[in-house]
């Protein structure tokens, strides 16, 4: 059974940096590519980056040059490091693989406001 438990989110202002941690239970994490979703009031879940296997890195247009995704694959952990945050990037933000194929986590909530 695979599960997800996000971790460092938090309270910031508008410009400010946090670094989210994804520890990844179960196995074969090294097969797969691992993604960073989020979903914000009103909104649906949507992903912002992707890390394939292979440390390769891919952003959505909108988190592109301030977010960076990296992994551990020895400690089966994944980080995505925000920084110049914005106030459009407050949701909950969660670990999944790319294309979402076990069950969500709780995630953690990014709140971005003065």
């Known amino acids: 059974q695979v599960q997800f438990a996000e971790s460092g989110g938090g309270l910031v202002r508008p410009g400010g940096s946090l670094r989210l941690s994804c520890k990844f239970s179960g196995s074969m994490f090294s097969l797969y590519i691992m993604g960073w979703h989020r979903q914000a009031p009103g909104k649906e879940r949507e992903l912002v980056a992707s890390i394939t296997s292979a440390d390769t890195p891919d952003y959505a247009d909108s988190v592109k040059g301030r977010f960076t995704i990296s992994r551990d694959n020895a400690k089966k952990m994944v980080f995505l490091q925000m920084n110049s945050l914005k106030a459009e990037d407050t949701a909950v933000y969660y670990c999944?693989?790319?294309?979402?194929?076990?069950?969500w986590g709780q995630g953690t909530q990014v709140t971005v406001s003065s």
């Open positions: 999944n693989t790319l294309r979402a194929r076990f069950p």
